[in-house]
């Protein structure tokens, strides 16, 4: 079937350097993506998303790629800070349809 | 605070009890999701109501029981549950199919079935 998966499952960097966190989706009718943040104990939160009519979107102090052609999602946070220990996760909608798909994660660790 | 909350935050219970999770989201959306978070595994989604009608079910045993009386609220009726159950139970809310689907989450329920 179809998923949504994640390369790497732990990602660790030092405070200050710059992350890049991938995403491998399949479902090529897929025209929207979101990366969610989830602290431990609560719920995920939204960072950033970006439709498919684009190849990039940027935030405060994050980035998100989109490689169409490869069904390949990244996301870049600048300067890592502590706060940003967490587990990433990315997400893909088809419009139309109610279910987002996950991914299984990325536990990101910041070590100062 | 994402507008959307839960509760109880924590709750455990035996096989053979009874409880109920609930959630409410302050944002005004129209439709409201039920997933289960286990570890290791990504978020699976279980019941969509979209305008207060059940939209999609996953294939979840009939033991989990949704409600939705109103487009604010949310519940998950739970009876006679397994320990595999044990899981974070998330809600979240949002615009539904009528935009492109960003979700609202709230902190979720941490469900141990003894």
């Known amino acids: 079937g179809e998923s949504v998966g994640l390369h790497l499952p732990t990602l660790s960097v030092q405070e200050g350097d710059n992350s890049i966190i991938n995403c491998a989706y399949s479902?090529?009718?897929?025209?929207?993506f979101i990366w969610y943040k989830q602290e431990s104990g609560k719920g995920p939160q939204f960072i950033i998303d970006?439709?498919?009519?684009?190849d990039k979107r940027q935030g405060q102090r994050v980035t998100v790629l989109l490689n169409k052609t490869v069904k390949h999602l990244s996301l870049q946070i600048a300067a890592t800070q502590p706060g940003d220990s967490a587990v990433y996760f990315c997400?893909?909608?088809?419009?139309?349809?109610?279910?987002?798909?996950f991914g299984a994660g990325t536990r990101l660790t910041v070590k100062p | 605070e994402t507008g959307v909350t839960q509760t109880p935050r924590h709750l455990v219970m035996g096989m053979t009890n009874k409880k109920s999770l609930k959630c409410e989201q302050h944002l005004g959306h129209n439709a409201m999701y039920w997933y289960k978070q286990s570890a290791k595994k990504p978020l699976e989604l279980m019941f969509v109501y979209s305008l207060e009608e059940r939209v999609e079910n996953n294939s979840v045993p009939s033991r989990f029981s949704p409600e939705c009386p109103n487009s604010s609220h949310l519940f998950l009726h739970l009876h006679t549950l397994q320990p595999e159950d044990s899981a974070l139970y998330l809600c979240?809310?949002?615009?539904?199919?009528?935009?492109?689907?960003?979700?609202?989450f709230g902190p979720g329920t941490r469900l141990t079935v003894l």
């Open positions: 970006i439709r498919s009519n684009m």
């Open positions: 979240a809310s949002g615009q539904g199919i009528s935009s492109y689907n960003e979700q609202f």
């Open positions: 479902n090529s009718a897929s025209d929207y």
């Open positions: 997400a893909e909608n088809q419009s139309g349809f109610f279910d987002m798909r």
